[in-house]
């Protein structure tokens, strides 16, 4: 998922992709699905290498939290917000 530069409003880090954020919440939304193995992932390109390097069963199932979805898009839209007012040249001074 990745997206422009941006700036987190939490660590003031630089970052492209969404992943970011989702660490700062621990938000792991992509389980394995094989049966007895509990590992969850940020994204389903991270649960999808893990099945195949593992040879397990992939599932499609998303564990979904709709308060921190909607918190994630908020901090996605500051991040962008705050990396283009960095970035701006800043406003001249008048006498």
């Known amino acids: 998922m990745a997206t422009s530069r941006m ?3 939490i660590c003031a880090e630089d970052f492209d ?3 970011h ?3 700062h ?3 792991r939304r992509f389980p ?4 007895g193995c509990t590992l969850e992932f940020y994204t389903k390109v991270e649960r999808t290498t893990h099945c195949t390097q593992t040879n397990h069963r992939k599932t499609f199932r998303i564990i979904r939290v709709p308060y921190l979805d909607k ?3 908020l901090m996605i839209k500051d ?3 705050l990396f283009k007012r960095r970035a701006a040249p800043p406003a001249a001074v008048r006498p």
């Open 7 to 9: 700036m987190c409003p």
């Open 17 to 19: 992709d969404v992943r």
């Open 21 to 23: 954020v989702l660490k």
């Open 25 to 27: 919440f621990r938000y």
């Open 32 to 35: 394995c699905g094989h049966q």
């Open 71 to 73: 918190l994630v898009k």
């Open 79 to 81: 991040a962008r917000r």
